[in-house]
C-alpha cells in the first residue's frame, strides 16, 4: 500500500510542477491535466494515508473531524473530477473537430471557467450530502464498514428512514457521473468520426493516442463509480463496494500520470527540458 501510495503522490506532484515550470506545456489542455493530477494527489492523501495507518499499526478508529474531512474532500473532488474529465473531453473534441476555432472555444478565460466551475459545483454537491450524513441520527453500531468515511457505508448505520436521500445520491450520481460520461461519449464519437476522416496518417496516430489514454481513465473511474452509487442499497455489497472503491480512489491516481506521460511525446520533452534546466541551474 505504500510504494502505491508513494508512487500516486510522486507522479501526479511531477506532473502538477512539470505543468508549472514548463511554459510550452502553458494550453488550456495541460492546464486541465494539472487539475486532474492535483485533484489525484488530494484524493490520494484523502483515503491512503488513514487506511495505511489502520493495516500498518491496527489503529481503525476516526475522530468525528476526521471523518467529517475526509468524507467532504473525497466527494467533493469525485465530483470535481467528473466534471474536469468531461471539459478536457470537450477540449480534445474542439482541438481535433474545430482545429481553426480552438484558440477561441478553448481560449484560457474558458479553461479557468471550466476548473473553477468543477471546483465549485463538486464544493456545492459534497457540502449538501455532508451535512446531511453527519446529521443523522445513528442507534446502530458506529463501525464504517469501509476504509473511509464513504457517504453510502455511512447511511446504512443510520435508524432514520433514508428512502429520499438514496434518490438524492442517484439524482446527484446522475448529474456527475452519467451525464458527464455521456457528453464524453458524444465527443469522442465525433472526433473518431474526424480522425477517420483524416488524411494525414500521423495526425491519425496522434489523435488515436490522445483519445485512447483519455478513454483509459475515463474507464477506470466513471464505471466502478456509477455501478457503485446507482445500485440500491438492497443490492449493495460492503465488500464489493471496497473493491469498487480501490479502482476510484487508490488506481486511477496512480494510473493518471503514467498514461499521461509515458504515451506523451510533449510531457516527456518538458521533462528532459526542466531535468536540463535544473541540472544546469537555470531554473
Not at 6 to 19: E, H, Q, S, Y
Not at 170 to 195: D, E, K, Q
Amino acid at each position: 500500500m505504500v510504494p502505491i501510495f508513494l508512487m500516486a503522490l510522486t507522479g501526479n506532484l511531477c506532473m502538477v510542477l512539470l505543468i508549472l515550470l514548463d511554459a510550452q506545456l502553458h494550453t488550456p489542455m495541460y492546464f486541465l491535466l494539472s487539475q486532474l493530477s492535483l485533484m489525484d494527489l488530494i484524493y490520494i492523501c484523502t483515503t491512503v494515508p488513514k487506511m495505511a495507518s489502520g493495516f500498518l499499526f491496527g489503529n481503525k478508529s476516526i475522530s468525528f473531524i476526521g471523518c467529517w474531512s475526509q468524507s467532504i474532500f473525497f466527494t467533493t473532488l469525485a465530483g470535481a473530477e467528473a466534471l474536469i474529465l468531461m471539459s478536457m473531453s470537450y477540449d480534445r473534441y474542439v482541438a481535433i473537430c474545430f482545429p481553426l476555432h480552438y484558440p477561441i472555444h478553448m481560449n484560457r478565460r474558458v479553461c479557468v471557467l471550466m476548473i473553477l466551475g468543477s471546483w465549485a459545483m463538486g464544493v456545492i454537491n459534497a457540502c449538501t450530502h455532508t451535512s446531511y450524513v453527519f446529521h443523522m441520527p445513528y442507534c446502530r453500531s458506529r463501525t464504517i464498514d469501509h476504509f473511509f468515511c464513504d457517504v453510502p457505508a455511512m447511511v446504512t448505520l443510520t435508524c432514520r428512514n433514508t428512502r429520499v436521500y438514496e434518490y438524492t445520491v442517484v439524482v446527484s450520481t446522475i448529474l456527475f457521473l452519467v451525464f458527464p460520461f455521456l457528453g464524453i461519449l458524444c465527443s469522442y464519437g465525433r472526433v473518431l468520426l474526424a480522425v477517420y476522416r483524416m488524411h494525414s496518417q500521423e495526425g491519425r496516430k496522434k489523435a488515436y493516442s490522445t483519445c485512447s489514454a483519455h478513454l483509459t481513465v475515463v474507464t477506470f473511474y466513471y464505471t466502478p463509480f456509477a455501478y457503485t452509487y446507482l445500485r440500491p442499497k438492497s443490492f449493495r455489497s460492503p465488500s464489493e463496494d471496497k473493491v469498487l472503491a480501490v479502482f476510484y480512489s487508490i488506481l486511477t491516481p496512480v494510473l493518471n500520470p503514467v498514461i499521461y506521460s509515458l504515451r506523451n511525446k510533449e510531457v516527456l520533452g518538458a521533462l528532459r527540458r526542466v531535468a536540463w534546466r535544473i541540472c544546469s541551474g537555470k531554473m
